[in-house]
């Protein structure tokens, strides 16, 4: 269809040069991009057609196949900014409907040229009166249209998730069908039990996996939003989206009571002796007896003795060779007392 | 012979019955009580439409306040034809019995191009021609005009119609569409509008399913029938696709070159319009501003151009003021179409939702979805208005303003697909918009919220729960019954591989195998070799067909089917396969014997019947799925999952085993009928795809033929063959397959119907 389009100035048509790119400015008459080059090289100039005075970075790539509809967007665009009263804004439809053909009117006879002064008179009052209504518009049109769109964008994303999931259900229980059949050619080939019933038993097993998949269906069924609007584009009840979003509390699940086991340390050394002993073996001789400030904290120098000793202990019956296993048999085999034993 | 059914007093006009008439009696009259839907599968061959107009007959007899009206749809115009002739029979037998003259009045309807009889304009071959050239001469400007300028022509026999016709209705008798021709012959009156005018108060009306189901015809000409009416949809098995074509749109690249020319032309005649006679767009415009009701309310002649349905609570919405006066309403058309043009130009496929095409035409060209809307009901005032007796040039805009209002109605169920080129050929850019309805349910859904009862009946609805899901209503009775046989008259077998072992299956990994080609060939030869008089076969696809057909030149087996039958061959054009269906039943009938070769889903799988002689045998060469990869197809399966939790095999199985048993079906079309029914797939023999099967063929199908090479099947063949080549007469099938009235009467028999009618 684009090998017809032709530049009006060289006659360059699309099927000669492929690249070739019809550009349009305000007047809405077309020219294609080497033209514009050419006769806008000092950045502005006249339209070779109805010589109206135009800038070349206005010029922009045509869209429709009609200049004239390029030029009426265009216009209506612009015009639309302003003139964006809404159904509310009125008192009936009736009157919201003649504003609209007003504003239709005004836009047409931009694009036609139809008695521009009047209307441009036309657009100055509006803008003049409306100025805050337009003002307030500004925004809030946007935010209804939008949010129309939105629900149904999100809609859309919910619904290839759901997809998703179906294509999982589906390819699970294809796996399943799959294993059960492997596990009764097996049974066959391996059991020594009567083949029938096997047989049997295996087709008890798939009757009820096929009782289950329903379920397994409804489950996801009911994970399907019904249409929250009417097909006009209402929504049924209110805001549906809040009253849904009720989230249940989570149920806990039963779990176990806890219960307290003493921690098991492994040392691999001889067994340090116990902090209540130390004392008695005479430890305390050796190091400083703690102050009355330190007492105060809770420190005893019975915590810092216990703690040197395990660290001089722990570890001497380590070797590479020995795994941890038989370093533990080995510290159990040993009395506590043999400290002279000798690892290998 | 006199009915009792449940307590009715039922006429039918046969002196025997079959059992599962009578048990079809019983549910249908169940239903009727109930005032609710039905689903009833009865093989084909087994008078469903007696059975189905004797008891509706009866029971609009005997309750004449609850049952007002029977509306009978059918496909195609030789089938009404059959109804009425079973309706004339019934009618004559009632005369018979009660001597006198029934006050019951049926008629045909079909469109124009089957009922004109203007001399010249009947002429035309094409039925959107017809229908432009009798709005040309019967809408009403054209009547005003000629009243005031003798030379303008008009149509004689609507003048006719419309100065008599509507005080005279047409005596009660039952009217095919040649006896209303022939009605408006002696009369000189339209048999067309005569049709159409007497649909409000005929007691029973048939006619094609477009008729209810498009909301664009319905509209239009079924709008008056009362509540109280019974719908019936016979051969329903399609009536899912039925409705989704209603919906749906195509809008191709020329069909918007079209709709450009069709806008200049507007525009002319607007300015022409408004130099001489500015009254009149002055006239449309104030009552545009009024509201649409007041415009839509216009002379039946003038509804050539018809419009999808609007919610009632925007019609009673004034048009908006963006389009209301003529020259808005224009331009406003040139941007929609200007709009899509550019869509189209695409390079690769683009889906889109309603939604989505509203947000983007609302930012591209700043076109509100409220206009969008009331787009169609604007163009047919404006046409109107306009005088515009040439109608067939605007059917493409006609179809964009459709495709505007549906779009900007539906948000839900509906997809847009836009595709840069054909699947088969994507180097030719030739770029289609497919607005395509998803959801069956949306078109079929005004008819069961408006008629009290709906009957949806075919040979082959198996799997019965399969319907209510995709049509989202809910039946009374499902119910499928079988045929009661004195004989095993038919011979369901799958046949899953060939003499040497091989697997015989038209899977896409297999489709070019030779091995699988040469078992398909050889099992045709062998049972052409055994099989008298003619046979059929059904292949997956015109492709699949052309590609076997041209390697069995190669292998020789052309040569040797040629041997013992003639070969004809389906194809894609009409009269080339009318020639050949002529040439194979001239083959058939002198004893020669032929074989055809078609496709599932062709025009010979529905509605041509292979019946006696004609059709020993049917072979179903595969599986006829559907091609898998259309983007419409897949649209489609992803809103059934989502929507009502069908998932994608079970649809596409259901889908091609519904058309496997049409097939299978053609061969069998009477209880003396017998036919061969082979299924040359090895997936066949799988539960789910047997499961889908109608009762009445899987009845038959033993778990020993389920899964034969070529070489049992012949054999198996061969003795049944000599099994059914044994005289067979009447007394045979009385008593079992065939009832006198005494015998329905005896306790036995009803026992035994009482037993055979459990719901499915």
Same mark, same amino acid.
């Given at each position: ?344 | ?502 697997? %015989? ?218 099994? %059914? ?36």
């Amino acid at each position: 269809m684009d090998d017809y389009q032709t530049c009006p100035k060289c006659k360059t048509t699309k099927y000669r040069n492929p690249a070739m790119v019809l550009m349009v400015n305000a007047c809405g008459h077309a020219l294609c991009e080497s033209c514009v080059e050419l006769l806008f090289a000092k950045g502005s100039g006249a339209c070779p057609e109805c010589k109206c005075p135009l800038r070349r970075n206005n010029f922009r790539v045509q869209l429709f196949e009609d200049p004239a509809v390029d030029k009426e967007v265009d216009i209506r665009k612009r015009i639309l900014k302003e003139f964006n009263k809404r159904q509310e804004d009125f008192p009936s439809l009736r009157e919201y409907n003649d504003y609209l053909e007003e504003v239709e009117t005004i836009i047409f006879n931009l694009v036609y040229d139809i008695d521009p002064t009047n209307t441009n008179k036309m657009i100055d009052n509006y803008k003049k009166e409306n100025k805050d209504i337009t003002q307030k518009n500004r925004n809030r049109q946007s935010q209804e249209e939008m949010e129309l769109e939105v629900l149904l964008e999100a809609e859309k994303a919910q619904q290839s998730e759901k997809a998703n999931l179906y294509v999982n259900a589906e390819l699970e229980e294809k796996k399943q069908k799959h294993k059960a059949r492997e596990k009764l050619i097996d049974e066959l080939m391996f059991s020594d039990a009567d083949a029938k019933s096997i047989v049997a038993s295996h087709v008890q097993a798939t009757a009820a996996l096929a009782k289950e998949q329903p379920k397994a269906a409804a489950q996801l069924s009911s994970g399907v939003v019904k249409s929250s609007k009417f097909s006009s584009g209402v929504q049924i009840g209110l805001r549906g989206q809040h009253t849904n979003s009720f989230l249940p509390i989570p149920k806990q699940e039963d779990l176990p009571l806890y219960r307290y086991t003493a921690p098991v340390f492994d040392y691999d050394g001889p067994p340090p002796p116990p902090i209540e002993k130390l004392g008695k073996l005479n430890y305390f001789a050796n190091i400083r007896a703690a102050n009355i400030t330190e007492r105060a904290g809770g420190y005893t120098e019975a915590m810092s003795c216990c703690r040197a000793l395990q660290e001089a202990l722990g570890g001497l019956f380590y070797s590479p060779q020995l795994t941890h296993k038989a370093a533990v048999l080995a510290t159990n085999a040993s009395t506590p007392d043999t400290d002279d034993m000798e690892t290998t | 012979m006199k009915l009792n059914v449940d307590g009715l007093l039922v006429y039918f006009p046969y002196d025997y019955i079959y059992p599962e008439q009578f048990s079809y009696m019983l549910e249908l009259k169940r239903v009727l009580d109930a005032k609710g839907h039905c689903l009833l599968e009865m093989p084909s061959g087994t008078g469903k439409t007696t059975t189905l107009l004797s008891l509706i007959v009866a029971y609009m007899k005997a309750h004449p306040l609850d049952l007002t009206k029977l509306v009978y749809c059918s496909r195609t115009v030789p089938e009404l034809e059959k109804v009425m002739e079973e309706l004339r029979k019934l009618m004559n037998y009632y005369e018979k019995e009660m001597g006198m003259e029934q006050n019951i009045l049926g008629l045909a309807l079909s469109s124009r191009k089957n009922l004109c009889i203007h001399p010249s304009v009947s002429k035309e071959r094409e039925g959107k021609v017809v229908d432009g050239r009798c709005y040309s001469l019967t809408a009403s400007f054209v009547r005003a005009r000629h009243a005031a300028d003798d030379a303008v022509p008009i149509c004689e026999f609507y003048e006719g119609f419309d100065a008599h016709g509507k005080e005279f209705p047409l005596p009660p008798g039952v009217y095919n569409l040649d006896d209303l021709k022939e009605y408006g012959q002696t009369k000189r009156w339209c048999p067309y509008f005569l049709a159409r005018h007497t649909i409000t108060h005929a007691n029973i009306v048939v006619y094609s399913y477009h008729y209810l189901l498009d909301p664009k015809i319905a509209e239009v000409v079924s709008k008056e029938i009362s509540k109280s009416s019974v719908v019936v949809f016979d051969e329903a098995h399609n009536i899912d696709n039925v409705c989704i074509d209603s919906m749906s749109v195509k809008i191709t690249k020329r069909l918007l070159d079209k709709c450009s020319n069709s806008i200049t032309i507007l525009e002319t005649t607007i300015s022409n319009m408004k130099e001489n006679d500015s009254k009149r767009l002055e006239k449309e415009y104030k009552r545009l501003v009024e509201g649409l009701r007041d415009a839509t309310i216009a002379r039946e002649t003038d509804m050539a151009l018809v419009n999808p349905v609007l919610p009632s609570e925007i019609l009673e919405e004034a048009v908006p003021g963006t389009i209301r006066t003529a020259e808005h309403f224009v331009a406003f058309l040139k941007r929609v179409v200007e709009y899509i043009k550019t869509r189209l130009r695409v390079q690769h496929v683009v889906q889109e939702s309603p939604a989505g095409f509203l947000r983007d035409i609302h930012t591209k060209v700043c076109i509100d979805r409220k206009p969008l809307r009331f787009t169609a009901e604007r163009l047919a005032s404006l046409i109107r208005t306009l005088e515009i007796s040439d109608l067939t040039d605007f059917s493409p805009l006609v179809t964009v303003s459709h495709f505007a209002t549906l779009v900007s109605t539906y948000t839900k169920g509906f997809t847009i697909i836009i595709e840069p080129f054909e699947d088969r050929a994507p180097t030719v850019s030739n770029p289609i918009l497919y607005f395509s309805c998803l959801d069956s349910s949306i078109a079929i859904k005004p008819v069961f919220n408006r008629f009290q009862t709906v009957v949806i009946t075919s040979g082959t609805l198996s799997p019965l729960d399969m319907y209510p899901k995709i049509l989202d209503f809910h039946p009374v009775i499902m119910t499928s019954f079988t045929m009661t046989l004195a004989r095993q008259c038919i011979l369901p077998m799958i046949v899953s591989k060939g003499n040497d072992q091989v697997a %015989m299956s038209s899977r896409y990994e297999t489709r070019e195998d030779t091995a699988v080609i040469r078992n398909y060939g050889n099992l045709l030869v062998e049972i052409a070799a055994a099989v008298p008089d003619g046979i059929v076969c059904f292949f997956t696809s015109y492709l699949y067909l052309e590609t076997i057909v041209s390697s069995w030149y190669d292998q020789g087996i052309i040569d040797q089917l040629q041997r013992h039958k003639l070969l004809f061959i389906e194809t894609q054009d009409a009269a080339e396969t009318s020639l050949a269906l002529i040439n194979y039943i001239k083959a058939c009938d002198n004893g020669r014997g032929a074989v055809l070769l078609s496709v599932a889903r062709g025009k010979v799988s529905e509605g041509i019947d292979f019946d006696h002689h004609l059709g020993r045998a049917v072979l179903m060469f595969g599986i006829p799925y559907v091609y898998t990869q259309s983007r419409i197809l897949r649209a489609r399966l992803e809103y059934l999952r989502d929507q009502f939790q069908i998932r994608e095999n079970d649809f596409l199985t259901f889908d091609a085993m519904r058309h496997a048993a049409q097939c299978l079906g053609r061969c069998m079309r009477g209880k003396t009928d017998y036919g061969i029914m082979v299924l040359a797939d090895k997936r066949f023999s799988r539960a789910d795809k047997r499961s889908k099967l109608p009762k009445w063929i899987q009845e038959h199908l033993k778990d020993t033929n389920c899964n034969l090479s070529t070489e049992e099947c012949v054999q198996i063949c061969k003795r049944w063959l000599r099994q %059914m080549a044994q005289p067979f007469s009447r007394e045979d099938q009385l008593g079992i397959s065939l009832l006198t009235l005494e015998q329905l009467q005896s306790e036995e028999m009803q026992k035994k119907i009482q037993q055979r009618a459990q719901g499915v």
